[in-house]
């Protein structure tokens, strides 16, 4: 039975992506040599690097003076890399779960940090709004979407000073106002790829203003110099990136995904809320469309084990909340077809009937 890709990463992409990848394992671009075994010097695949960069820019409508560049690390080496490049004495962060408590302690390393606000009192279960940035910050860092605890600011904040992002779970599930930003960074096995590259763009003219030397290695300027060839790139997560991509493009764009990713959201939570043993976890006006967390109803908390085998059984995979949180999770990115929010919302509804 083909299940349902529920997890929250790595995670589900798109028929086409794992279509093409696994047929360029086989034979890339004609060149009767796999994907996994061609130079990333060779034409073929420089012109893959190539498209990549340039149809993240299409797509998100990238202005000119920001730079693409593909890396290695996974967002986590982005949490030091960020602030070793762009910090140059305080910067500002808001603490709203897991990924931007770990941002800011490796922010710490480098110069002084001012947390806006948290809302690790209640378990991260909303995003802080009545937070002042000081103007004097070099840039105000948030984590767009909470992967962990399912919360979600789907907007580019209005503040002083530059905004440095780190958007691993909801890139492209909606259009960004780039020209607010000095850096946006993604882990890529969210909505993107496999794991093992990590997405970046970057404002060009913030860079080497942080007045503190950096190896080379994780200085972007040798990145956006190289083009994202100084040292050997993950060659086969790029490849499968640009299929993703492409099949972005040929849905119509990030305006199209995010109206689906609010249809898909908005019928899930309608049933979370509808559904007498479920309830949600977070704020509502803060959940996110990407990570739908919810958990039984109190006086049903001991249908928990039961809930997670009969929804296995009817193919859902994935759905384990994180440990933080508990209950469930159901990560519906941008390959996540309404058919199969449609089937956990059915599979839901026919636990309630047996209860
Ligand atoms: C998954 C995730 C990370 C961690 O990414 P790695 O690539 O494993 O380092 C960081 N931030 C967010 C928001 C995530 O969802």
């Known amino acids: 039975m083909k299940k349902h890709n529920f997890s929250a990463g790595p995670s589900i992409l798109s028929d086409y992506t794992i279509k093409n990848s696994a047929s360029a394992v086989l034979d890339f671009a004609g060149t009767g040599l796999s994907i996994l075994e061609v130079s990333h010097r060779g034409k073929e695949f420089v012109a893959v690097c190539e498209e990549t960069r340039a149809l993240v820019k299409e797509l998100l409508d990238v202005p000119a ?3 693409v560049i593909l890396l290695g ?13 762009l910090l140059k004495k305080k910067a500002a962060y808001l603490d709203t779960g897991t990924w931007a408590a770990n941002a800011i302690k490796e922010a710490k390393f480098f110069g002084e940090v001012d947390v806006v606000a948290s809302s690790k009192d209640s378990n991260y279960s909303f995003i802080p709004k009545d937070y002042v940035v000081p103007s004097d910050a070099d840039y105000f860092h948030f984590t767009s ?3 962990i605890f399912g919360t979600e600011m789907r907007y580019d904040p209005n503040v002083n000073v530059r905004l440095v992002s780190d958007m691993s779970s909801d890139i492209f599930s909606r259009p960004i106002d780039i020209a607010k930003y000095d850096l946006i960074y993604a882990g890529a096995q969210k909505n993107l790829a496999p794991a093992g590259v990590t997405l970046v763009i970057v404002r060009v003219d913030a860079l080497g203003k942080a007045g503190r030397p950096i190896p080379t290695m994780l200085d972007y300027s040798t990145h956006v110099k190289k083009e994202s060839m100084f040292n050997t790139p993950p060659v086969f997560p790029i490849f499968a990136a640009l299929q993703t991509l492409q099949w972005y493009k040929e849905q119509g764009g990030v305006a199209v995904l995010e109206k689906r990713n609010v249809e898909k959201a908005s019928i899930l939570y309608d049933e979370i ?7 949600g976890t977070v704020a509502v006006e803060d959940r996110s469309i990407m990570n739908v967390c919810f958990v039984m109803n109190d006086e049903y908390r001991e ?3 039961d809930f997670a085998t009969f929804a296995a059984a009817a193919g859902m995979s994935g759905i384990k909340g994180h ?6 999770r159901a990560s519906i990115y941008n390959a996540m077809p309404k058919s199969s929010v449609e089937a956990l919302i ?3 509804k026919q636990f309630e009937k047996q209860h």
């Not at 690390?73 to 490049?85: E, K, R, Y």
């Not at 809320?273 to 309830?279: I, V």
């Open 65 to 67: 003076g920001y730079e």
């Open 346 to 348: 059915e599979t839901m």
């Open 273 to 279: 809320d509808r559904n007498k043993l479920f309830k």
């Open 323 to 328: 440990r933080s949180v508990g209950g469930f």
């Open 145 to 147: 979407n909470n992967t």
């Open 303 to 305: 249908l928990e084990a």
């Open 73 to 85: 690390g996974g967002a986590s080496l982005q949490f030091c890399m960020a602030p070793f490049n």
